[in-house]
């Protein structure tokens, strides 16, 4: 059969962050001691306040269709968090409640792009955001940003790559993958320009809650009308609740575009799983000292590692105030000998990892930096260092 496929679907790449999470899952499974630093999922368990929740709703029957943008109820959840934490007026019908984030930033650049728009997207990036502007039809513009600007857009570099096509920015804080937070005035500097060039801002702000030291998490659309005009917020359940499976991610935005989103998600998949919905209005109001443990957990993990990788042979990294990624620079290893086989790529460093020393890295080909890998802390401290010492054998053995 010569029948030609989507050219749309068939530039984008599969996820590697799930393949090498699924491989690392495979060998676990096949019984192999594996560490896996890859895929930012935490190890805890969803709390347990929130399952007992979900139970609830499914013994009430709370098992049906609900409005295709999400219920009311977790709607005026997500309004109340945004105003408490992010300074954000978003009222419930700017609020689309959706599979995801990935699925939020699907219906944004779907609501957002005609073809050919510019996306400008900063690298080091999250691999799936050009993947997910290319299928709405968008071009992604990749500004890549340096180490000693500890991989943040300036609003200089911002400027000069506005053109007459860009409709779009995808601000990243906290960031995946370096970890690092925008302060304040580096997102008035960004907001500034996107107003005066008039694009909109795609702030995902999914690690919101994860942040460590006295840098606290600040959202772009609460520095006034112009720039809240010109904002899509986006945010979710699945990292600072353990709650990735459940699949609750959400936006706040203007009227018309939140109305434009639950208008193309009402034919794409309807509305998100009515039983986790209801689990995610617990999460959002129920107590949140689980929470709170789990940030201090993920801060100690955060220290450790960030300490054990500065002083790794042929490594550097800079410490990550946010998230649960470290960021690291192998640069070092390439050219280097493992085995009497030259090194050649990050990628392939990886291989070797996962093949001889069952530990699953991120190689950030994919994320824009070649040159770097990621590695997550969401997994026990124990794993951690188990992981990190087997990193350091591999690189102490490469002559
Ligand atoms: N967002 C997480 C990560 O970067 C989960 C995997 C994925 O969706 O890419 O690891």
Redesign the pocket.
Same mark, same amino acid.
């Given at each position: 059969m010569s029948l030609e496929l989507s050219k749309k679907a068939a530039a984008v790449k599969p996820?590697s962050?799930?393949a090498i999470?699924a491989k690392a899952k495979e060998l676990k499974a096949q019984g192999k001691d594996v560490v896996g630093f890859?895929? +930012?999922?935490p190890d805890f368990d969803t709390p347990e306040n929130i399952c007992d929740e979900a139970i609830n709703a499914i013994n009430s029957g709370f098992t049906k269709y609900t409005p295709a943008s999400g219920i009311n109820e977790l709607k005026e959840a997500i309004s109340k968090k945004f105003k408490s934490f992010n300074n954000l007026d978003y009222a419930p019908e700017q609020i689309v409640i959706s599979n995801g +984030?990935?699925h939020s930033l699907t219906n944004i650049f779907t609501a957002l792009l005609n073809p050919g728009d510019e996306v400008i997207i900063p690298a080091p990036f999250?691999?799936?955001y050009p993947e997910i502007v290319k299928l709405a039809g968008g071009v992604p513009v990749i500004v890549t940003t340096t180490k000693e600007q500890n991989f943040k857009l300036t609003a200089e570099a911002l400027e000069a790559a506005v053109t007459d096509k860009t409709k779009a920015l995808v601000l990243n804080t906290p960031n995946?993958?370096t970890g690092m937070l925008y302060t304040e005035e580096e997102l008035r500097a960004i907001a500034k320009v996107a107003v005066e060039k008039d694009f909109y801002v795609v702030a995902d702000e999914?690690y919101e809650n994860l942040t460590y030291g006295d840098q606290k998490h600040v959202s772009i659309a609460s520095f006034g009308k112009d720039i809240y005009d010109r904002t899509i917020t986006c945010s979710g359940l699945a990292k600072s609740y353990a709650m990735?499976g459940w699949r609750i991610g959400y936006t706040g935005s203007p009227l018309a575009i939140a109305k434009m989103m639950g208008s193309v998600q009402s034919h794409q998949t309807s509305n998100p799983n009515s039983i986790a919905q209801k689990a995610a209005v617990e999460a959002l109001n129920g107590p949140q000292d689980s929470v709170e443990a789990m940030h201090t957990e993920f801060d100690k993990r955060r220290k450790y590692m960030f300490e054990r990788v500065s002083n790794m042979p042929l490594l550097s990294t800079i410490e990550p105030m946010g998230a649960f990624y470290v960021f690291v620079d192998a640069s070092q290893v390439i050219g280097k000998s493992y085995k009497g086989t030259k090194v050649e790529s990050v990628a392939q460093m990886a291989d070797i990892l996962i093949n001889d020393y069952s530990t699953a890295i991120?190689p950030c080909a994919d994320f824009g930096f070649a040159d770097y890998f990621r590695l997550?802390y969401a997994i026990s401290i124990e794993q951690i260092e188990k992981g990190l010492n087997r990193i350091e054998e591999f690189l102490k053995s490469l002559q």
């Open positions: 996820s962050t799930l999470t890859g895929a +930012g999922e +984030g990935k999250w691999l799936s995946n993958p999914m990735t991120i997550s």
